[in-house]
């Protein structure tokens, strides 16, 4: 399904075939927000990108995406910190003792990557995350989410649309069409990406044994 199909069956509804008082940019810019909602909260726009580290340098450009869920340096999963780990970590407190080693954590700041400790060598820092979605202005253009998301984006247009008309019972309705897709979807992803369904491990750091206690 691309934009066009959906602004055929959006203005179809609309009953206005061709742009008069809702214009094509005007729902192109519905479009997007559905679907920047439904990369925010279903995280479905995955993607992955890399870049090589620098020996002694400590900080890299953050790449474009919504949400990191996994980073990765020398094929090692990362440990997220904020600053208060970080300055722990450093001592900074202390008077400061910057380490140079084999990089056990990371920590994001505006649109940089920090890694600690900093990489005593070069290699590959793999991102795992949530893509920012592709703009979408014109009939031929692809929609970012999964193809099971599609027939939702015309809910959320519809029900802005009819805002803009002051229609109070069609924008309600198509509203409530748009709530109940996004827990549909929500579902589905949840499912699909077998997201913690048992609760069997809940954080990295309660892998625990019987015999060695918290390893």
């Given at each position: ?9 959006v203005r179809s509804q609309l ?161 409530q069409q748009w709530d109940q ?35």
């Amino acid at each position: 399904m691309t934009a066009g199909d959906v602004l055929t069956s959006v203005r179809s509804q609309l009953y206005e075939p061709t742009a008069t008082f809702w214009a094509d940019s005007e729902l192109y810019g519905y479009m997007n927000q559905a679907e920047q909602e439904i990369a925010l909260n279903i995280k479905c726009t995955q993607c992955q990108t890399s870049t090589t580290t620098v020996t002694a340098q400590s900080m890299y450009t953050r790449p474009a995406m919504y949400y990191i869920d996994r980073l990765t340096w020398d094929k090692v999963k990362l440990k997220k910190i904020d600053f208060t780990d970080y300055d722990a970590l450093q001592r900074v407190a202390y008077g400061g003792l910057y380490t140079i080693g084999r990089s056990m954590h990371y920590y994001e700041y505006n649109d940089q990557i920090g890694l600690w400790p900093i990489p005593a060598y070069s290699a590959t820092i793999d991102v795992y995350g949530v893509a920012i979605p592709a703009t979408i202005n014109t009939t031929t253009a692809a929609f970012t989410v999964p193809v099971y998301f599609h027939n939702m984006i015309q809910d959320y247009v519809l029900y802005r649309a009819f805002a803009k008309d002051q229609n109070e019972n069609q924008s309600k309705f198509f509203k409530q069409q748009w709530d109940q897709d996004m827990v549909r979807a929500y579902t589905y992803w949840r499912h699909k990406t077998n997201d913690d369904l048992y609760q069997v491990v809940k954080e990295e750091d309660s892998y625990r044994n019987v015999e060695l206690g918290i390893i």
